[in-house]
């Protein structure tokens, strides 16, 4: 995994949600599972799920749901928040992926 960032786009409190896919891998080439924990920094933004694991591997990895609870949010404002993967055991933890959004009228 390396550090990267997500836009979810223009969203309207009435429109169509802007769910993004990401799927997490385990890359190592020892046997291992990769044991994961997702936190968000922002009320607004979520993961689903939050925790799982992937061994070493397994080609398919685990698809998480990024996506934003727009309801307290400013039309015409822009937002930023960050998810924070972590695993005790991965050389790469914590790992940050930047979340954006637009809140359109």
């Known amino acids: 995994m390396s550090d990267f960032s997500i836009d979810l786009g223009y969203m309207t409190k009435n429109g169509s949600v802007n769910n993004?896919?990401?799927t997490i891998y385990n890359s190592s080439?020892?046997?291992?599972?990769?044991?994961?924990?997702?936190?968000s920094d922002s009320s607004w933004l979520?993961?689903?799920?939050?925790?799982?694991?992937?061994?070493?591997?397994?080609t398919d990895g685990v698809e998480i749901v990024i996506s934003a609870n727009v309801t307290d949010l400013?039309?015409?404002?822009?937002?930023?928040?960050?998810?924070?993967v972590t695993d005790s055991g991965?050389?790469?933890?914590?790992?940050?992926?930047?979340?954006?959004?637009?809140?359109?009228?």
Do not use: Q
């Open 90 to 105: 991965a050389t790469n933890s914590p790992y940050e992926i930047d979340v954006s959004l637009e809140m359109v009228a």
């Open 29 to 39: 080439l020892e046997e291992s599972t990769l044991d994961f924990a997702i936190e």
């Open 46 to 58: 979520s993961a689903v799920p939050s925790a799982g694991e992937d061994v070493s591997g397994d």
């Open 74 to 84: 400013n039309d015409g404002e822009s937002y930023n928040g960050t998810l924070t």
């Open 20 to 22: 993004r896919l990401l």
